[in-house]
Structure formats: C-alpha cells, structure tokens
Nanobody, 120 residues
Framework: QVQLVESGGGLVQSGGSLRLSCAAS????????MGWYRQAPGKQRELVAT???????NYADSVKGRFTISRDNAKKSVYLQMNSLKPEDTAVYYC??????????????WGKGTLVTVSS
C-alpha cells in the first residue's frame, strides 16, 4: 500500500532547530512534486514549502530564510530543515507528494502528520 510517513517532530525551544523527514513506501513508479504543509490549532492548513522533481523550491513568506526543503529521489524522501524556530511555527506538519503507484495514475497523497511544538 502506498503511503507517506513523517518523522522528526517534537518539542523545541524558540530559536532551536528540527529536521522533519517524510518517506514514501509501496509500489511507486514515480514521484512528482513534494511538499510540507502545516496546520496550527484553530487555523486552516497552509503551505510551508514545496519542491519539484527537478529541485525547484517554493516557500511561504513566513518561513523564507529559516526553513529549507530538500529531497532524495533514490530514497523517495523529502526533508524540511527548520532553523530559528518561533512559537508561531507550532503546528502539525504534513507531508504531501504526487505519487504514481504502479498500475495507477498520479495523484496526491498525504502523511498523517507530525507535531512540532516551539516553546517561548
């Protein structure tokens, strides 16, 4: 079964760093765009960063200069390095990827999320 699994969340003090990882598993022929989204309590899910299969990146203004998205196609993984964390970065972070399973069409998949809590 095709799925995305995140890891790396946790509790960190303001100004600290965390690295999130997301790995795709299952029978997958190809992976297109990948990205990270987040949802804070009482708020809608928002885009954090995306990366294309060619490596082009896009970031939300609120995280530019602090977060870095990267991917390892051989490992079917995407990463989010988060530096200079702020309390407002507290949220559940979700991995997203457009996967093409074997014998199926490409479509977006979501991970179950990993909680990041930044204390002041």
């Amino acid at each position: 079964q095709v799925q995305l699994v995140e890891s790396g969340g946790g509790l960190v003090q303001s100004g600290g760093s965390l690295r999130l990882s997301c790995a795709a598993s299952g029978s997958i022929d190809s992976i297109n765009g990948m990205g990270w989204y987040r949802q804070a309590p009482g708020k809608q899910r928002e885009l954090v960063a995306t990366i294309t299969s060619g490596g082009s990146t896009n970031y939300a203004d609120s995280v530019k200069g602090r977060f870095t998205i990267s991917r390892d196609n051989a490992k079917k993984s995407v990463y989010l390095q988060m530096n200079s964390l702020k309390p407002e970065d507290t949220a559940v972070y979700y991995c997203n990827a457009v996967l093409r399973p074997t014998y199926d069409v490409p479509r977006p998949y979501w991970g179950k999320g990993t909680l990041v809590t930044v204390s002041s």
